[in-house]
T-cell receptor, first 115, second 115 residues
Framework: AQSVAQPEDQVNVAEGNPLTVKCTYS??????LFWYVQYPNRGLQFLLK??????LVKGSYGFEAEFNKSQTSFHLKKPSALVSDSALYFC?????????????FGTGTRLLVSP | EAQVTQNPRYLITVTGKKLTVTCSQN?????MSWYRQDPGLGLRQIYY???????DKGDVPEGYKVSRKEKRNFPLILESPSPNQTSLYFC??????????????FGEGSWLTVV
């Protein structure tokens, strides 16, 4: 079965410092990976995805993610964190066994950026 | 503006009182789905629909019903809500499986409390 793991419940970083939110995956076949963000009292917003091609994927709000096949990882990164980046981040993988449309989510990582 | 709209956003109800959470999308997407989000569990799929009049169970369908009579609408029905259905619910939509890379878009969420 397809799955993703987010090993950190919370990540703390100071504003202006680089941030990394970790995600590892387990899939059979090619992985289709996604990152979503949930701001307080807001819905789930799409950040970026990896389907194929370059291992470094750029997304919204200055975020990027690096796909690493050998380490089965898809870590979310940003060179310089903002206080407004504080939110709940979810990694997800497409479950190819259920007609392509189902996303299997990790448990989420709360990012806290301090001023 | 492309969006997935859910109503109500917040609801407190009593055990056994039937309720419906509506979902509507304006992107002409064939696929729609409901997820619930619980602490430490991430998002789990409740039901999904690949097109009008086509629905199927997700991972946690017990206690829920759905219908897809129109392409844009996908209501979630709780016939007899119980406290274990207290959760944050998300509706989602996307194009059908012509590509596994299709992005799934989510609504802003509906906070449901069953007392």
């Amino acid at each position: 079965a397809q799955s993703v793991a987010q090993p950190e419940d919370q990540v703390n970083v100071a504003e202006g410092n680089p941030l990394t939110v970790k995600c590892t995956y387990s899939v059979s076949g090619n992985p289709y990976l996604f990152w979503y963000v949930q701001y307080p009292n807001r819905g789930l917003q799409f950040l970026l995805k990896y389907i194929t091609g370059d291992n470094l994927v750029k997304g919204s709000y200055g975020f990027e993610a690096e796909f690493n096949k050998s380490q089965t990882s898809f870590h979310l990164k940003k060179p310089s964190a903002l206080v407004s980046d504080s939110a709940l981040y979810f990694c997800a993988v497409r479950d190819l066994n259920t007609g392509f449309q189902k996303l299997v989510f990790g448990t989420g990582t709360r990012l806290l950026v301090s001023p | 503006e492309a969006q997935v709209t859910q109503n109500p956003r917040y609801l407190i109800t009593v055990t056994g009182k039937k309720l419906t959470v509506t979902c509507s999308q304006n992107m002409n997407h064939e696929y729609m789905s409901w997820y619930r989000q619980d602490p430490g569990l991430g998002l789990r799929q409740i039901y999904y629909s690949m097109n009008v009049e086509v629905t199927d169970k997700g991972d946690v369908p017990e206690g829920y019903k759905v219908s897809r009579k129109e392409k844009r609408n996908f209501p979630l029905i709780l016939e007899s809500p119980s406290p274990n259905q207290t959760s944050l619910y998300f509706c989602a939509s996307g194009k059908t499986a012509s590509s596994s890379g299709n992005t799934i878009y989510f609504g802003e969420g509906s906070w449901l409390t069953v007392v």
